[in-house]
């Protein structure tokens, strides 16, 4: 995610708590706690840690991030760990990546195997 | 290695606090303290409720809230401040709407103001779950001058009481009345943020959209530092 004027960017050794929301994308270098509600795009670089819970339309994790993701993409790039657990349309987890918890997801499956019914 | 501004982007609230070893832009909401050891710039969409500390706070928006200075306080044209402004050089241009006391002197100096380093953090945040060891609290919060801090603190009542009342007429008064403490700023000691962002904008158009959202039922509710304090406090006395 490229950086400008219209992203948030939390640098190394800032240290943010609280709730944030609204829309903007956010780019966390340096520590984030509490909850992030944002209509746009967050990314956790290598030395960011974000500990909440986070709702975005895209996340992207290259640091750490403690707290249930709910979004339309998730991704844990190498060298991330997202430790809770996330709900998304779509979930990649690369090589490197380490995502800690369970994964909610529409799943289709063919005639006969549908195991809604069962729980 | 030049480290990158930080940046709360327009259209974006935080409630809750900021501190740490950067420089900060503010072009969204803040319900809440921030003390960063670089630059801090209030951008002209910027919108701040609470007490500020960085090396240099420059305030092209809004700011309620007081304002410290370890080097230099600028306020602006265009600017909206209510509160005390505390730093070695106080800039304020005609044209910002500015209310409350100025102090020209180092932070801390317990002749010049009354600062209290609790005003910066959330007594009411829950603290972190222990879901990992705790992190070293912010290293930066300027360990040597705490006993300066102790004694302001101490010597609060007193000041508050030769202060001179601060109750002027609620909407702005323009900056020429402060511009005895004014202290001309070479545009080349301006924060680099200073220089290349422009200053446009229409505050009332933001102040009135971004209301401050409500805090889900599960979370304690926050205790924003109480702005205005002493003013409160002396009219107890009386």
């Known amino acids: 995610m490229s950086i400008d004027n219209v992203t948030g960017y939390v640098g190394p050794g800032l240290v943010v708590r609280g709730q944030v929301s609204g829309e903007g994308d956010l780019v966390v270098d340096g520590v984030f706690e509490g909850s992030l509600s944002l209509r746009g795009r967050v990314a956790v670089g290598p030395p960011g840690r974000l500990r909440a819970p986070v709702e975005a339309h ?31 349309p779509s979930v990649g987890i690369e090589d490197g990546g380490v995502l800690l918890g369970s994964v909610t997801m529409d799943v289709e499956l063919p005639p006969g195997l549908d195991d809604s019914e069962e729980r | 290695m030049m480290r990158r501004t930080s940046i709360l982007p327009a259209g974006v609230t935080l409630v809750g ?18 003390h960063v050891s670089g630059a801090l710039v209030i951008e002209a969409t910027g919108i701040v409720r609470g007490h500020v500390r960085a090396r240099s706070v420059l305030v092209r928006g ?22 005390e ?70 010597s609060a009542p007193a000041m508050a009481e030769t202060e001179p009342a ?20 070479p545009p080349e000691e301006l924060p680099p943020e200073a220089l290349e962002a422009e200053a446009p904008a229409d505050v009332d158009e933001t102040l009135s959209e971004a209301r401050p959202p409500t805090l889900p039922p599960e979370r304690a509710p926050l205790r924003m530092p109480r702005i205005g304090r002493s003013r409160a406090r002396r009219r107890e006395w009386t």
């Open chain 1, 58 to 88: 895209l996340v992207s994790v290259e640091g750490r991030l403690e707290g249930h993701v709910t979004a339309g993409e998730i991704v844990v790039r190498e060298g991330g760990r997202l430790h809770g657990d996330v709900r998304a």
């Open chain 2, 17 to 34: 606090e900021i501190e740490g070893d950067a420089d900060l832009i503010v072009r969204g909401r803040v319900e809440g303290p921030i």
């Open chain 2, 166 to 185: 601060a109750t002027g007429p609620t909407t702005g008064v323009t900056a020429a009345a402060a511009a005895t403490a004014t202290v001309a700023l």
């Open chain 2, 62 to 83: 809004v700011l309620k809230g007081n304002a410290f200075g370890d080097d230099v306080v600028r306020v602006e044209a265009g600017a909206k401040l209510v509160g």
């Open chain 2, 85 to 154: 402004l505390t730093a070695p050089r106080v800039t304020v241009v005609p044209g910002a709407q500015f209310r409350g006391q100025v102090h020209v002197g180092e932070v801390g100096d317990p002749r010049l103001s009354t600062y209290d380093p609790t005003l910066h953090t959330f007594s009411g945040w829950p603290a972190p779950t222990a879901a990992e060891p705790p992190r070293a609290e912010a290293d930066w919060v300027l360990a040597p001058t705490a006993e300066l801090w102790a004694a302001d603190a101490a």
